[in-house]
């Protein structure tokens, strides 16, 4: 089951300056700055008790790793406590579902709906 909406995944073309507009401008913190290889994430949230967070995302790396993907509207990252089972759920229902992939945060799969518009859910 999904239980939450954790991220919002918004595809900049430059990652530091929109760091700066959301915490300089809107108040937000850094909470993560990780880099994989090229590929580098950056988790922005406001600085008290919110259960949301952006992750801003390199979209020309993003739009490289997957040609296919909508990088003109964010993205959102579910969370689940039982990736595997709903891996298995979604894909018994005729749902378009990626792999599982291993990521420094914890492991992710996409799916998309059927208007080809995809999400992500990552085990937490």
């Known amino acids: 089951m999904i239980n939450q ?3 919002v995944m918004v595809y900049v073309n430059d990652q530091d300056k929109a760091v700066s507009f959301w915490t300089e401008k809107l108040g ?3 909470i993560a700055d990780e ?26 790396l993003i739009a490289k790793m997957d040609p296919d993907m909508n990088l003109g509207t ?4 579910f969370y689940s406590d039982n990736l595997n089972q709903l891996h298995k759920d979604l894909s018994s229902k005729n749902i378009t579902v990626g792999e599982i992939v291993e990521m420094p945060s914890g492991r992710v799969f996409n799916f998309a709906d059927e208007e ?3 999400f992500a859910v990552m085990e937490k």
């Open 5 to 7: 909406l954790g991220q």
């Open 28 to 30: 937000f913190i850094v």
């Open 35 to 60: 880099s994989n290889g090229d590929m580098r994430w950056i988790e922005v949230a406001p600085p008290e008790g919110a259960g949301t967070s952006l992750v801003l995302h390199d979209k020309q």
């Open 74 to 77: 964010p993205s959102l990252m």
């Open 116 to 118: 080809e518009n995809y």
